[in-house]
């Protein structure tokens, strides 16, 4: 074999790797902080809190909890509040772009008594804060290097 072909191989051995690798679709990007943490209070320093990725997440969740007069802010995915137990159970069923609802309350001695207006959920997609991640989709990395996958097998010959 050739070092031209040799070479070619291993360049299509490299794209089949990372195409093996590549997990296509579009992830949310959210800031991830706590009013306790410097900066992630009403107002988030974006250069301290930039958005990171939030996977399979639908939403980035703002939670305001009034404690007295003055209010904890939680700014989180959607699917790490809801692997708390304490999130999952008052985090409200309706779930929408630009929504702000209070938590539930499940009480079980009283159940008329359904929400808790101390503690308020807000649900984004793509506003203060919260954006999608749409620029290169897997499935466009997955085509282009397919693309070149093919054109390489073709020139081995």
Known sequence: MSSDNMWKINILATLLGFLLLLQPGESIMCHRCYSAMGGC???????MY???????SEFCV?????VGSEYKIIRECE????KSAR???MMPVLRRHGYCMPARKNNPYDPKDLVDNSIIYCFCKDWN????ASLVTGSTI???VSSLVSAFAFNLH
Not at 129 to 132: A, E, F
């Open 87 to 89: 999130h999952r159970l």
């Open 41 to 47: 209070g009403h107002e988030v320093n974006w250069r």
């Open 79 to 82: 699917n790490v509040l809801a």
């Open 142 to 144: 997955l085509v282009l």
């Open 62 to 66: 703002k939670v305001m909890e009034k």
């Open 129 to 132: 804060g919260c954006n999608p």
């Open 50 to 56: 930039p958005w990171r990725s939030c996977g399979d």
